[in-house]
C-alpha cells in the first residue's frame, strides 16, 4: 500500500544541498531529520551495505571540510553539537542509494522529493549555461558589429576630411599674380 507523498517544502530540501568537492550533496545527519530517523542508525545503515556506496555515491568529510563548511555556513554551537565526527556526505546517486538501505516508506517518498529537485537543479543549472553561452555568443557578435561600425565611422571621417579639404581647396582665396581680366 503506497502512502500519500510526504509533504517538505522544496526549499527545505534545497537548503540542505551543498557543494563540496565539486559536488552536489547532502549530509547525513539532513538526510537522517528528513527520514525522522537518527543519524546514527542512518550511518550504522550505510556502513552494514558500505559496498553500494562507492566514493561518487558518498564520502566522509574531512576535519578541515568540516571545519570550512561551518565557517562558511555560518552554522550556529546549537546545530554543530553531535558534529563531532565528520559527517557522510551523499550524492545524487548515494541520496537514491539509501532509499534501498533504509528500506522505509518515507525514505522511499522522502528521495522521490530529493531527487526530483536535484534534476530540476540539475535543468537549470543546464538553462543557465544555455543562456550564458547564447549572452557570450551575442557580446562576440556585438563585439564583431562594433568594429564594423567604428570602421564605417572611420571611412566617413576619411571622406568627410576629402571633402573639407576640396571644399577648403575650392574656396580658398587665390593668390598671386592677377591679370586686369581674370577674376
Known sequence: ???????????????????IRGKKVMLDRDLADLYQ?????LKEQVRRNIDRFPDDFMFELTKEELSEWRYNFGTSSSETM?????????TEHGVIMLASVL???????????????FIRMREIMETHNEILKKLDYLDKKDIEQ??????????LKKLEAGKQQEFEQKNRK??????????
Open 103 to 117: 528500506n522505509s516508506e518515507r525514505a522511499i517518498q522522502v528521495n522521490i522529493r530529493i531527487v526530483r529537485i
Open 1 to 19: 500500500m503506497r502512502t500519500s507523498n510526504v509533504m517538505i517544502p522544496d526549499e527545505v530540501i534545497v537548503d540542505k544541498i551543498y557543494y
Open 146 to 155: 562594433d568594429e564594423r561600425i567604428m570602421l564605417v565611422f572611420e571611412y
Open 82 to 90: 553531535g558534529l563531532r565526527v565528520p559527517p557522510f556526505a551523499f
Open 37 to 41: 530517523v537518527e543519524t546514527k542508525r
Open 174 to 183: 587665390r593668390i598671386g599674380f592677377k591679370t586686369p581680366g581674370s577674376s
